[in-house]
């Protein structure tokens, strides 16, 4: 079971009024690309109004949570902590 997750990437298009997307990339060394995914997150205060919902698109931003699910997003990270990054 995974129980620690740490992602850097942008924060994206809010999912709904508590989730949001955050996009990442992993890299394929045979094909040197990078492939972008997205994750559904949800801040561990489960308010509507929390940091990760108020940062714009496109911050960047490294996230340490775990995986969990429910029926209407399926799986998700749950953010316990979010660093943002100015540059």
Same mark, same amino acid.
């Given at each position: $079971?995974? /129980?620690?997750?740490?992602?850097? *990437?942008? &924060?994206?298009? %809010?999912? =709904? /009024? %508590?989730?949001? #997307? @955050?996009? !990442?990339?992993? /890299?394929? +060394? $045979? %094909?040197?690309?990078?492939?972008?995914? $997205? @994750?559904?997150?949800?801040?561990?205060?489960? +308010?509507?109004?929390?940091?990760? &919902? =108020?940062?714009?698109? *496109?911050?960047?931003? !490294?996230?340490?949570?775990? @995986?969990? +699910?429910?029926?209407? @997003? *399926?799986? #998700?990270? &749950?953010?316990?902590? $979010?660093? /943002?990054?100015? *540059?």
């Amino acid at each position: $079971m995974i /129980s620690d997750v740490v992602i850097i *990437g942008t &924060l994206e298009d %809010k999912i =709904n /009024s %508590k989730y949001r #997307y @955050i996009k !990442a990339y992993s /890299s394929d +060394s $045979m %094909k040197e690309e990078e492939i972008p995914f $997205m @994750i559904p997150l949800l801040f561990w205060t489960r +308010s509507n109004n929390n940091i990760m &919902l =108020n940062r714009p698109n *496109g911050s960047l931003v !490294a996230i340490r949570g775990r @995986i969990e +699910s429910n029926e209407e @997003i *399926g799986l #998700y990270i &749950l953010v316990e902590t $979010m660093n /943002s990054f100015v *540059g």
